[in-house]
């Protein structure tokens, strides 16, 4: 049973960083896709970026060029690395690995979840 964990959430000031780890456990298959998704209060989980074995990255229009995603397959783990912090970007973060995205890099479904953490973006 693959397991995900992520760290790293916190409260952040607005222009701030913060880097966020997801460790996988159980044998979790190195080919697959991990992706960072998030769920800001009242609204639906959406996709951050993911990264495909191969080290090909995706990012939501509204964090690329701030946020980079990365990946270290010996140590089965993943990060995100947030700059320039906004308050739009306060949510729970989620890791997802295993998860299918199709050619435009839409999260279709599927895969093993973190349970999250906490991101708080406020002065």
């Known amino acids: 049973q693959v397991q995900l964990v992520e760290s790293g959430g916190g409260l952040v000031q607005p222009g701030g960083s913060l880097r966020l780890s997801c460790t996988a456990s159980g044998n979790m298959p190195t080919s697959y896709v991990m992706g960072w998704h998030r769920q800001a209060p009242g609204k639906t989980r959406e996709l951050v970026a993911y990264i495909r074995s191969g080290g090909r990255t995706k990012y939501a229009d509204s964090v690329a060029g701030r946020f980079f995603i990365s990946r270290d397959r010996g140590e089965n783990t993943m990060y995100l690395q947030m700059n320039n912090l906004k308050s739009e970007d306060t949510a729970v973060y989620y890791c997802?690995?295993?998860?299918?995205?199709?050619?435009?890099?839409?999260?279709?479904?599927?895969?093993?979840w973190g349970q999250g953490t906490q991101v708080i973006v406020s002065s």
């Open positions: 997802n690995g295993g998860g299918m995205y199709n050619a435009t890099g839409t999260y279709i479904g599927g895969g093993y």
